[in-house]
């Protein structure tokens, strides 16, 4: 049996963002989250959200991790994953109530996050609100040291990771049609950037 993949972050976050998405979720509808990792999320607001259908989605070679703890812990009503790599596809062809992802836009490269955020503008419905979770800069600065740090340890990992600037992924969103809604300060110096199709 695969052993499910696990990050002690999902843990202590979860709460926290599940808080925030219960004034921010529609009541009924189909939620698309992108980047889903160990599932951890998915599982746990899955269940907190029965009337919403919580479809995850990963790198092809992040799915089995993935599929087997949606598979073992998700409701039974919970669709398996699908494969997306946002800057290659394959997008899917339907549109969804909300969109959610975490901790995917420093990992991602630049141009990739650009390309999340321009599918997310073509498949989100009128209305549907796309949730970022992760650690922003402000205008160039970061808001907290630990978040510094972090940065530092991701470009020395990857000069294409690193911690983006808000200003600049509100200014894509424009572009792709998603207003910036909300800035929610969240625990750990991290934030929850909403986003109005
Ligand atoms: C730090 S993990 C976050 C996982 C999970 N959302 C969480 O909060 O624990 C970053 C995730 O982004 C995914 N990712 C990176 N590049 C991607 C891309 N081009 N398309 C889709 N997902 C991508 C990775 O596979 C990984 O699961």
Redesign the pocket.
């Known amino acids: 049996m695969i052993e499910l993949p696990f ?1 002690p ?2 843990e202590r976050n979860k709460v926290p963002i599940l808080n925030r998405l219960v004034g921010l979720l529609p009541d009924q509808g189909r939620v698309l989250e ?5 599932g ?2 998915a599982v746990f607001f899955a269940s907190r959200f029965p009337s919403l259908t919580w479809q995850t ?3 092809e070679s ?1 799915l089995a991790g993935l599929s087997a703890r949606v598979e073992r812990e998700g409701p039974d009503d919970m669709p398996p994953p699908i494969a ?4 290659q596809g394959p997008w899917p062809h339907d549109s969804f109530d909300a969109v959610f ?4 836009a420093h ?2 490269p630049w141009a ?1 996050v650009c390309a ?1 955020i321009s599918g997310v503008g073509r498949l989100l419905a009128r209305g549907g609100c796309f949730c970022l979770y992760g650690p922003f800069m402000q205008d160039g600065e970061h808001t907290a040291p630990s978040n510094a740090v972090f940065d530092r340890g991701l470009r020395e990992r990857d000069p294409l990771m690193g911690v983006r600037d808000r200003v600049e992924v509100d200014a894509v969103a424009l572009r792709e049609g998603l207003r910036p809604d909300q800035r929610l300060l969240m625990p750990a110096n991290n934030f929850l950037l909403v986003y109005r199709r």
């Open positions: 990050a972050a999902c992108i980047g889903s990792g160990t951890q999320h989605s990963e790198r992040e997306l790599d946002v800057s992802t975490a901790n995917t990992i991602m990739s999340m």
